[in-house]
């Protein structure tokens, strides 16, 4: 049984909500997150990504960082760029790109779910990146951006979806990266709360290390307040979350590019390839199939079928791209040993499509490009449903969530006081 619940929202006036929410803090550096915070003192990146108002070349681990994260979520509390309703809801948040759009709820779901497995991961986390954000989440006492959940279609939900976003929103706006928002408050949040006790499970579809932190954070508090467990309780023993039905989402690849140290470069690299299954040269290299990749190596585009005969495809693990393209050519052509911590690889996400792909390594010149077949869904609930793990950066989640749009307090320290309630 899934257990989720009502919170009392802090966000930014909703005629505001354009200009002040921001992208996610993990999709982009410190210099673009500058960019794009401009001259705005109210843009949430001043809240993810506090170093911004620091000298260059801070160490955004560093102590001052967090601290600076307490002073601007305080001072937006504080001057009403944020705002705190003063009784509890559930929300439905609906993002919209060109042919595609997926509609979640917005609610707090349970930390010890997440302990227990009835919320399911299927990526292990690195625990520099679980520190961080545990320390950001300490440091504010709040949830400040979302776990991307996904569950199994449930007709009851999709139906009290179907109603309540058929009236007027609260908020709606188009993002500049093309990305239209909107946002509604639901009449009944009870009906939502006892739907999702008949969905026997979710499942982290991005921000393994949100969730994390979330129990993480969940259970010192709970140690500094005396308390033997994280038995929801508290307010902190939840967490932000949007739950979107598993037939709606889009994955797209996360593709790599791998500098050769002289390795697979050269005349022979197809001939090292071509032992590995069948080469087709000239081919679209957007155009993917199950146990293929494209490559792009010598200023050129080339596809490698691999032999489908040597592939399980009954392990949900072995049977991915990502593993197959790290079994079979990562780790015996390039060295490629640990794809998380191996500085000689790089991820790049789907949506910057092939022709990124190709310009950086162009640029780098010692480099080689693949371009991955997406994981599906499907794969994804089998994987973590079989209590398994992908290998890192195995999915590309697009649209991303959108940073301040909805912010949960644990109201575990003073910040509390600081917030304006306003009702709505």
């Given at each position: 049984m ?46 993810i ?7 260059e070349?801070?160490?955004p681990?560093?102590?001052a ?24 809801g ?38 520099d ?5 545990t ?18 279609d ?9 109603m ?9 706006f ?30 982290v ?13 969940a ?7 005396a ?17 979107f ?15 050769t140290r ?37 200023g ?15 392990d ?9 393209l ?8 390039l ?17 910057r ?23 599906t ?13 992908m ?12 940073s ?7 109201d ?12 709505t």
């Open positions: 899934l257990r989720v619940k009502a919170f009392e929202a802090i966000h930014p006036p909703y005629n505001r909500a354009a200009a002040i929410a921001s992208p996610p803090y993990d999709v982009m550096s410190t210099a673009e997150a500058r960019v794009l915070a401009g001259d705005d003192p109210d843009n949430f990146l001043h809240v990504r506090p170093e911004i108002d620091l000298p070349g801070t160490d681990h560093t102590d960082v967090y601290a600076t994260a307490t002073t601007n979520f305080k001072r937006l509390l504080e001057s009403g760029a944020l705002l705190r309703d003063s009784d509890a559930i929300f439905l948040y609906r993002q919209a790109i060109p042919g595609h759009s997926q509609i979640g709820l917005v609610c707090c779901c349970r930390v010890q779910d997440y302990l227990d497995d009835l919320i399911r991961k299927h990526e292990r986390t690195r625990p990146k679980e520190d961080d954000r320390r950001h989440v300490r440091a504010v006492d709040a949830n400040t951006g979302p776990v991307f959940l996904t569950y199994r449930h007709d009851p939900i999709n139906h009290l979806v179907t309540d976003s058929a009236t007027r929103p609260v908020f709606h188009q993002s500049p990266d093309g990305v239209t928002h909107t946002g509604w408050r639901v009449a009944d949040p009870d009906a939502y709360i006892a739907g999702f006790t008949e969905v026997p499970a979710a499942y579809a991005d921000g393994h290390h949100r969730a994390a932190s979330a129990a993480r954070a259970r010192e508090i709970a140690n500094e307040h308390r033997s467990a994280v038995d929801g309780d508290a307010e902190s023993d939840w967490f932000l979350s949007v739950l039905p598993a037939s709606q989402l889009s994955i797209l690849p996360y593709n790599r590019i791998v500098t002289g390795q697979l470069s050269g005349p022979d690299a197809l001939k090292t390839l071509a032992q590995l299954g069948t080469i087709h040269e000239g081919t679209d290299p957007a155009i993917q199939a199950a146990g293929s990749f494209g490559i792009y190596l010598d050129q585009w080339i596809r490698l079928e691999l032999d489908h005969d040597s592939i399980d495809w009954t949900p693990i072995a049977s991915l791209d990502v593993s197959l790290h079994d079979r050519i990562l780790e015996p052509l060295g490629i040993q640990d794809e998380r911590t191996d500085p000689n690889i790089e991820f790049v996400g789907g949506i499509g092939c022709d990124e792909l190709a310009r950086r390594v162009d640029a780098h010149g010692d480099a080689i490009a693949f371009s991955l077949n997406a994981t869904i499907d794969q994804l609930l089998a994987v973590a449903d079989a209590g398994m793990c290998p890192p950066k195995s999915t590309w989640f697009e649209p991303k969530l959108r301040g749009l909805f912010v949960h307090s644990l575990s320290t003073s910040i509390s006081t600081h917030v304006m309630s306003q009702g």
